[in-house]
């Protein structure tokens, strides 16, 4: 049994909550009863839900849960009513951008004190009514959003935030060591593959039980809240991948390098290219 929350515990806890995820709002703490124990009282805005947190334990596994919503592929948003004020919240997983790593239209933009690309009440038109917007704690109409980016130029500064996607590893090749290039793309992707290892004249594998088997899969990586996949080859599997990924939503990322032939050359490095949904490739005919 976990120790006793006393109220100075669920105070530090608190703070350490709201600092780890934009997502989630102390609403309250307070002693219940029933538990004997200081409870903490928070609102999700990727659910619209209240939760109780009685403890860190409680917090990790309840984080664990929360890393695992799937990512929205477009900006969404919800508007509740808290203690008399309407509050927005923008959906997703977003992380801040150093200013050092913005991109030039997003710098000319904030330097001349303005938003760049789409407002977001204009895409969101339902944030109009909040009073303010997370992350950031901005006013609806100090955000825009430019691609992948979120920025917020208020009275007292600019934030950027970029939208991070959880990419499953749909290869037979280990990922881990590229997890930091992968962040700088705007994935969270998960090293360990997850595609299965079919020989391609076997007895054991007809297609009709490749195509069952990369099913399966996806509906356990959909489960697992990831937005997209990584597929790698022309394989069966990959193709097989590909259209049931268009199915349930899924993006299809495939990756590509670049080394530089010599020290002046323009580029080395990763880079990736989404392919088309197979909606997208039926209306070419």
């Given at each position: 049994?976990?120790?006793?929350?006393?109220?100075?515990?669920?105070?530090?806890?608190?703070?350490?909550?709201?600092?780890?995820?934009?997502?989630?709002?102390?609403?309250?703490?307070?002693?219940?009863?029933?538990?004997?124990?200081?409870?903490?009282?928070?609102?999700?805005?990727?659910?619209?839900?209240?939760?109780?947190?009685?403890?860190?334990?409680?917090?990790?596994?309840?984080?664990?849960?929360?890393?695992?919503?799937?990512?929205?592929?477009?900006?969404?948003?919800?508007?509740?009513?808290?203690?008399?004020?309407?509050?927005?919240?923008?959906?997703?997983?977003?992380?801040?951008?150093?200013?050092?790593?913005?991109?030039?239209?997003?710098?000319?933009?904030?330097?001349?004190?303005?938003?760049?690309?789409?407002?977001?009440?204009?895409?969101?038109?339902?944030?109009?009514?909040?009073?303010?917007?997370?992350?950031?704690?901005g006013?609806?109409?100090?955000?825009?959003?430019?691609?992948?980016?979120?920025?917020?130029?208020?009275?007292?500064?600019?934030?950027?935030?970029?939208?991070?996607?959880?990419?499953?590893?749909?290869?037979?090749?280990d990922?881990?060591?590229?997890?930091?290039?992968?962040?700088?793309?705007?994935?969270?992707?998960?090293?360990?593959?997850?595609?299965?290892?079919?020989?391609?004249?076997?007895?054991e594998?007809?297609?009709?039980?490749?195509?069952?088997?990369?099913?399966?899969?996806?509906?356990?990586?959909?489960?697992?809240?990831?937005?997209?996949?990584?597929?790698?080859?022309?394989?069966n599997?990959?193709?097989?991948?590909?259209?049931?990924?268009?199915?349930?939503?899924?993006?299809v990322?495939?990756?590509w390098?670049?080394?530089?032939?010599?020290?002046?050359?323009?580029?080395?490095?990763?880079?990736?290219?989404?392919?088309?949904?197979?909606?997208?490739?039926?209306?070419?005919?």
């Open positions: 049994m976990a120790d006793a929350m006393f109220k100075e515990d669920a105070e530090r806890l608190a703070e350490w909550i709201t600092d780890e995820n934009q997502m989630v709002d102390v609403i309250d703490i307070k002693m219940d009863p029933d538990r004997g124990n200081y409870v903490i009282v928070a609102y999700d805005y990727g659910t619209d839900e209240e939760f109780y947190v009685d403890g860190p334990e409680t917090w990790a596994q309840k984080k664990n849960e929360l890393a695992r919503k799937p990512v929205a592929s477009s900006i969404t948003a919800t508007v509740r009513e808290k203690h008399g004020r309407k509050v927005g919240s923008v959906l997703g997983h977003w992380t801040e951008v150093n200013p050092d790593d913005w991109p030039d239209e997003i710098c000319d933009a904030v330097e001349d004190r303005r938003v760049p690309g789409e407002a977001l009440t204009d895409l969101e038109p339902a944030l109009a009514d909040a009073e303010i917007v997370f992350p950031g704690k006013k609806p109409d100090d955000y825009g959003v430019d691609g992948d980016y979120l920025v917020l130029v208020s009275r007292d500064g600019a934030k950027v935030w970029r939208h991070i996607i959880k990419l499953a590893n749909f290869t037979l090749e990922q881990s060591a590229r997890s930091d290039a992968w962040r700088g793309l705007g994935f969270d992707i998960a090293g360990q593959p997850l595609a299965p290892m079919v020989e391609p004249v076997s007895e594998w007809g297609e009709k039980d490749v195509a069952d088997e990369v099913r399966s899969r996806m509906l356990d990586i959909l489960d697992q809240g990831y937005g997209a996949i990584l597929i790698d080859g022309q394989t599997v990959s193709a097989y991948a590909w259209v049931f990924a268009g199915v349930v939503g899924l993006k990322i495939m990756a390098e670049q080394r530089g032939e010599s020290p002046q050359s323009a580029f080395a490095g990763m880079g990736y290219t989404e392919l088309l949904h197979y909606k997208e490739i039926e209306e070419l005919f």
